[in-house]
């Protein structure tokens, strides 16, 4: 017999009818009716070509086929049962897997995956750098990334979505210009990189101006390492937390995105 059409359910009744002897007791433990377990009994049953229970005068018996299978198939629902715990193992865990981008984690993460540690002294983390990295082969918990929204994805925005241009006190008036938030059309652009990271730390360098997430500058603004040229604007791209449903039902993620969330 196929393994897609094995009858678990009508097997899970014969498990709780051959322990109890009794239709009316296995019922009780199964929270159905007896007629309910005599139909699944009859459909096995069917299923098998065998007769699994005989009535005596003393009650129920198992027949000597019955007998045979019962061993095997309760160490199968053991089996079971610890095929169940390893597959939950991960969201008893303690130790989260996240997909970060390096500058955000720095800014704005660090210190809060801080203070949640500090209320939770079992929690572990280990961080990627490439937030879009596959959550399956990845084998994350969750990922920030800078988008428009979750997609198809769960999701919690982390942050406003805003942007301001920012550069260092002195800097000439050039642009740095990178693919999150490029330079305006018609802008000298002096430097062209790849990421907020590089583009960060080249305007706290002073190459000259850049169009930056908020959160990322809002310390360096706060110090006075950079300064606004400006009013930051709105935009539709921010900080998200994403993960699959799966992950973001798990109690130890919930923990974690209630933390974050509380901004």
């Given at each position: 017999?196929?393994?897609?059409?094995?009858?678990?359910?009508?097997?899970?009744v014969?498990d709780?009818?051959?322990?109890h002897?009794?239709?009316?007791?296995?019922?009780?433990?199964?929270?159905?009716?007896?007629?309910?377990?005599?139909?699944q009994?009859?459909?096995?049953?069917?299923?098998?070509?065998?007769?699994?229970?005989?009535?005596?005068?003393?009650?129920?018996?198992?027949?000597?086929e019955?007998?045979?299978?019962?061993?095997?198939?309760?160490?199968?629902?053991?089996k079971?049962?610890?095929?169940?715990?390893?597959?939950?193992?991960?969201?008893?865990s303690?130790?989260y897997?996240?997909?970060?981008?390096?500058?955000?984690?720095?800014?704005?993460?660090?210190?809060?995956?801080?203070s949640?540690?500090?209320?939770n002294?079992?929690?572990?983390?280990?961080?990627?750098?490439?937030?879009?990295?596959d959550?399956?082969?990845?084998?994350?918990?969750?990922?920030?990334?800078?988008?428009?929204?979750?997609?198809?994805?769960?999701?919690?925005?982390?942050?406003?979505?805003?942007?301001?241009?920012?550069?260092?006190?002195?800097?000439?008036?050039?642009?740095?210009?990178?693919?999150?938030?490029?330079?305006?059309?018609?802008?000298d652009?002096?430097?062209?990189?790849g990421?907020?990271?590089?583009?960060?730390?080249?305007?706290?360098?002073?190459?000259?101006r850049?169009?930056?997430?908020?959160?990322?500058?809002?310390?360096?603004?706060?110090?006075?390492?950079?300064?606004?040229?400006?009013?930051?604007?709105?935009?539709?791209?921010?900080?998200?937390?994403?993960?699959?449903?799966p992950?973001?039902?798990?109690?130890?993620?919930?923990?974690?995105?209630?933390?974050?969330?509380?901004?």
């Open positions: 017999m196929k393994r897609t059409h094995l009858p678990l359910n009508a097997l899970r014969f709780a009818a051959a322990r002897l009794s239709f009316t007791r296995a019922a009780d433990e199964l929270a159905v009716t007896p007629a309910a377990v005599g139909q009994i009859r459909a096995l049953e069917d299923v098998l070509g065998v007769i699994l229970f005989r009535r005596t005068s003393k009650g129920l018996e198992l027949t000597d019955a007998v045979a299978g019962l061993d095997p198939l309760r160490d199968g629902f053991l079971f049962e610890e095929a169940v715990q390893a597959m939950q193992a991960g969201q008893a303690s130790v897997a996240i997909a970060v981008p390096r500058e955000f984690y720095a800014q704005w993460l660090a210190p809060r995956l801080a949640f540690r500090a209320a002294p079992d929690a572990r983390f280990q961080l990627i750098a490439d937030e879009d990295a959550f399956t082969e990845a084998n994350l918990d969750l990922a920030i990334r800078l988008v428009e929204g979750p997609g198809e994805l769960e999701g919690v925005q982390l942050a406003d979505g805003a942007q301001v241009v920012v550069a260092a006190p002195q800097a000439p008036d050039g642009w740095i210009s990178w693919p999150g938030f490029p330079a305006p059309d018609g802008a652009v002096v430097l062209q990189v990421n907020a990271g590089q583009a960060l730390s080249s305007a706290l360098a002073g190459f000259g850049a169009a930056m997430p908020l959160p990322l500058v809002a310390e360096a603004l706060a110090d006075g390492r950079l300064v606004v040229d400006g009013e930051p604007e709105e935009c539709r791209r921010a900080y998200w937390l994403v993960a699959p449903r992950q973001w039902r798990q109690k130890k993620v919930q923990a974690l995105v209630a933390h974050l969330a509380a901004r």
